[in-house]
């Protein structure tokens, strides 16, 4: 399925990305209120990160991603479980049955999508007073290493920015209307990350191949030569796992 964002030449690289932190997953699910056997669409699936997270907690999901290679991971990833399902489909789109699930969760997907026409379409799937989630994991910048990656992006791309991805959901979600007052949680988690595999993860960052155009591959360079010179088989990467989660009014 086309769409504006690409992913396919970003989909192995993909596989490298962290997981979310467990203690904000077992929180969102606590809140919510679900149980082993509700019913999750999973939007953005990607290769299945969330995914098999929530599977893992034996939730049913049905994971829904636009981008072939993306899904065509998510697939192999998820092969041997029979509490998931993929799909072709979009945030905007899913192409799933009304009032169908208990949960709509984005992982690192909702800055991606047209967030209002997503937010009218999670309440469209979502059984009544069902609940909608977005999360993402952000990298905790005043860390030596992420604060010295950081100054290499900007060198050659001063006016670098993160997007939505690092706003304020609340304000957002509650101008649709739609939904009952939002929960923020926030819990870090620390990822252990061979060199290889944390440049191959920064590979895999379209936000930052989107903004850099012609320096992406300078840029990844630059950040492959300076973790190189640490001279250290694997690194500590502090993220912070960041969740907005609404019930359907």
């Not at 999901?61 to 029979?82: C, F, Q, S, W, Y």
């Amino acid at each position: 399925m086309k769409t504006e964002w690409d992913y396919t030449t970003l989909a192995d690289a993909y596989l490298k990305r962290p997981d979310y932190a467990d203690a904000a997953i077992d929180a969102l699910l606590a809140v919510s209120n679900q149980q082993a056997g509700a019913k999750v669409c999973d939007v953005g699936a990607g290769v299945a990160h969330l995914t098999l997270m929530l599977a893992a907690r034996n939730l049913v999901v049905t994971a829904v991603e636009p981008n072939d290679a993306m899904r065509g991971n998510g697939i192999k990833r998820t092969a041997h479980l029979d509490n998931v399902q993929w799909f072709e489909g979009t945030g905007e789109d899913s192409g799933q049955a009304a009032q169908r699930f208990d949960l709509v969760t984005f992982g690192s997907s909702f800055n991606v999508c047209d967030r209002q026409a997503a937010l009218r379409e999670t309440a469209r799937i979502l059984r009544p007073r069902g609940w909608f989630a977005c999360m993402w994991n952000h990298r905790q910048l005043d860390d030596a290493i992420q604060s010295r990656i950081e100054a290499i992006i900007r060198t050659h791309l001063p006016d670098y920015g993160y997007g939505s991805r690092r706003e304020e959901q609340t304000p957002v979600i509650d101008a649709s209307g739609l939904f009952g007052p939002v929960v923020h949680l926030d819990s870090r988690v620390v990822h252990s990350q061979e060199i290889d595999e944390c440049v191959e993860a920064w590979r895999s960052h379209a936000t930052l191949e989107r903004q850099a155009g012609t320096a992406f591959k300078r840029i990844i360079d630059d950040i492959e030569e300076y973790l190189r010179s640490l001279d250290t088989a694997s690194i500590e990467i502090p993220y912070s796992t960041n969740v907005w989660l609404a019930q359907l009014r």
